[in-house]
């Protein structure tokens, strides 16, 4: 009997038993948690199938921590593309956050701010776990609608399963302890500004923790609504959700600059390209040589200084690349906006045909002419205005 047991652990390391093991969160000041979600989203409305994707990129530094647990601020990027696999990624919003981040797991979070909508999950027990302990906790799951904020508590169901195999879709190759949990609810909604009346969701999370970094490393997600509205038609959308965790220490100006010194190394003479850094990482700033008058088509030469631009970011194949399109002030601000959205976009597309780099690496958005680099009041200062920043992302 025991050697069937060793041998099925020996092909199965997903059976692998663990130890007694206390789960918590250590983060401490100057720590920064990085997590990188992307969902697939199934939509069905009115009988009609529709589809969406969407990647968040948060990144949270810890300003403060106590013996109980850590003062965490920054920011969630959102982006979307639909349908699902079809063209890039727009940068979306941002939304600010500040909240206290316990070390079993519970947040307090001011109702100034709409991030993180999903708190408190996971909760941990105060005590050390053996693989098949289960208990239950408390949560909390906000929606905003304008302003109307809407408040759902859940109970939350956890089992620590054991140490076993992070699934092949988190490309990570390693034994974690897992943890597995679910919780359902049902929410009537009084209140007649909001558009439906009653919510249902169900959803059940594998989350795998490094308790050594005291933080998680992969979590997958299945995740339903069905949204019954106050006309009679009936909303459903099913989510995979999956997040990837990192806990780095905060980049310091010195790991900032040996990148704009590589860059500057790469493009010295090429007077089309520019680089500086900002608290986010290093931007590659590409002036208006790249576009006709008021034209997204790349000119010829863009297409040479793209290569050079190219060959760059291959060298950060991991990091997370922002493309933003900027206008002068002459023109409409209608018109400037997608303007520059075209631009950017343009510019993702000629970039992850040339680097290969997974397009979840990429997004781009338009700002018009409401980031002026200079003055608008002259010529020399709307030529510098007309641009393309590409930031390479390092916190």
Same mark, same amino acid.
């Given at each position: ?34 997590? $990188?979600? *992307? ?39 959102? *982006? ?9 990624? /727009? ?20 109702? $100034? ?67 597995? *949990? ?65 806990k780095t220490r905060r980049a310091r100006p010195e790991d ?18 520019t680089v500086h850094q900002t608290d986010e990482g290093v ?8 576009? $006709? ?9 863009? /297409?040479? $200084? ?52 997974d397009s979840k690496r990429f997004s781009y958005r338009g ?29």
């Open positions: 009997m025991m050697l069937r047991l060793l041998l099925a652990l020996a092909l199965f390391p997903g059976l692998a038993a663990a130890g007694p093991v206390r789960f918590e969160f250590k983060l401490e000041k100057d720590d920064v948690l990085a997590v $990188d979600k *992307y969902q697939d989203i199934r939509i069905q409305e009115n009988g009609e199938q529709k589809s969406r994707e969407e990647k968040n990129r948060i990144v949270l530094k810890v300003s403060d921590s106590t013996p109980s647990g850590a003062v965490m601020e920054g920011l969630f990027h959102t *982006y979307t593309r639909s349908p699902r696999l079809v063209g890039e990624y /727009r940068r979306d919003r941002d939304f600010n956050s500040r909240f206290i981040f316990q070390k079993n797991g519970e947040n307090v979070v001011s109702d $100034d701010y709409v991030m993180p909508n999903l708190r408190g999950l996971p909760t941990f027990p105060d005590k050390e776990l053996s693989a098949g302990d289960k208990w239950q906790a408390p949560g909390l799951e906000t929606m905003d609608f304008g302003s109307t904020k809407i408040k759902i508590p859940l109970n939350v169901a956890y089992q620590f399963t054991g140490v076993t195999h992070l699934p092949e879709d988190s490309k990570l190759s390693q034994d974690a302890p897992e943890i597995q *949990y679910v919780y359902t609810f049902h929410k009537a909604i009084s209140d007649p500004r909001v558009p439906f009346k009653m919510i249902v969701g169900h959803s059940a999370d594998r989350l795998w923790f490094d308790t050594n970094a005291g933080v998680p490393i992969f979590d997958t997600n299945r995740l339903t609504y069905t949204f019954y509205m106050r006309d009679g038609q009936i909303l459903r959308m099913a989510y995979r959700i999956d997040s990837w965790w990192k900032r600059q040996e990148i704009v010194t590589d860059v500057n190394r790469q493009i010295a003479e090429n007077p089309n390209v931007v590659l700033n590409l002036n208006a040589i790249l576009f $006709d008058v008021d034209s997204a088509n790349l000119s010829e030469q863009a /297409r040479g $200084d793209l290569d050079r631009v190219a060959e760059i970011l291959r060298k950060y194949p991991d990091r997370e690349i922002r493309v933003s399109g900027h206008t002068d002030s002459t023109g409409g601000a209608a018109h400037n906006v997608k303007l520059s959205e075209d631009r950017a976009r343009s510019v993702v597309q000629n970039l992850g045909k040339r680097t290969g780099i700002y018009g002419s409401t980031k002026p680099a200079a003055d608008n009041s002259t010529a020399d200062g709307r030529a510098k205005n007309r641009r393309v920043e590409i930031l390479i992302v390092t916190d």
